[in-house]
């Protein structure tokens, strides 16, 4: 089993930034691909970011730019740099991990964007 810890959310100002932060522990392969997906009120769930543990990332068109994702793979850690932060990127944003065609999700962490 995994277990993803997410931290780093919270509310800031339109064209601020914020970090994510997002541990994996339990039975965590050195081959994963680990990423942040996120869902806004009233709207399905959908990709940020991912970046696999041999440094391959995918980034929804819309981040791309603004977002950076990078990996911790000694802490089996993976992060979300966001800038330029804007009222619509406000949302609940989920840790993912997937290994051995098995997806594993955090709780979520509250982001939200307004002044």
């Known amino acids: 089993q995994v277990r993803l810890v997410e931290s780093g959310g919270g509310l800031v100002q339109p064209g601020g930034s914020l970090r994510l932060s997002c541990a994996a522990s339990g039975s965590v392969s050195r081959f994963n691909t680990m990423g942040w997906y996120r869902q806004a009120p009233g709207k399905e769930r959908e990709l940020v970011a991912t970046?696999?543990?041999?440094?391959?990332?995918n980034y929804a068109e819309s981040m791309k730019g603004r977002f950076t994702i990078s990996r911790d793979n000694a802490k089996n850690t993976v992060y979300l740099e966001m800038t330029i932060l804007k009222p619509e990127d406000t949302a609940v944003y989920y840790c993912?991990?997937?290994?051995?065609?098995?997806?594993?999700w955090g709780q979520g962490t509250q982001v939200t964007v307004s002044s």
């Open positions: 970046r696999t543990s041999g440094g391959t990332t």
């Open positions: 993912h991990l997937r290994q051995y065609s098995i997806d594993y």
